[in-house]
């Protein structure tokens, strides 16, 4: 079932736009599976300097200048977005979707379900 879950991960992006939430497991799957992939920590930089996804780049949800911060990524790569437990990310997700982005995944649960099942791919910086 995770094989078939997976496939169909990898084949949202041929049948036009990709948008959704999904698990840590799938994250994980995506991280290690997707060629291109742009990680977003949407916490704050002051959360962001504690620890994060290895190879995550910090933009802030709750900066005024989001909108403008996150147009830096480029918007025909594939992105996952997480922050604590998921609420802000799933919002960032549906600006980028406005805002164009072709392919954005929130990670369900956030880095705090993240690091209880992959300790190893955290990066703990303080």
Do not use: H
């Amino acid at each position: 079932m995770k094989k078939l879950s997976f496939a169909l991960l990898l084949l949202l992006p041929f049948f036009g736009f990709a948008q959704r939430s999904i698990s840590v497991e799938e994250s994980m799957q995506l991280i290690n599976n997707t060629k291109k992939l742009q990680i977003v920590d949407v916490r704050t930089p002051q959360e962001f300097d504690s620890t994060a996804i290895q190879k995550a780049v910090n933009i802030d949800y709750k900066n005024p200048s989001f909108k403008d911060n996150i147009q830096v990524l480029d918007k025909t790569k594939p992105v996952l977005v997480y922050c604590r437990s998921g609420k802000r990310s799933l919002n960032a997700m549906n600006i980028m979707v406005e805002l164009g982005f072709s392919e954005v995944y929130n990670m369900q649960g956030g880095i705090l379900a993240f690091k209880k099942q992959y300790p190893t791919a955290i990066t703990a910086k303080k």
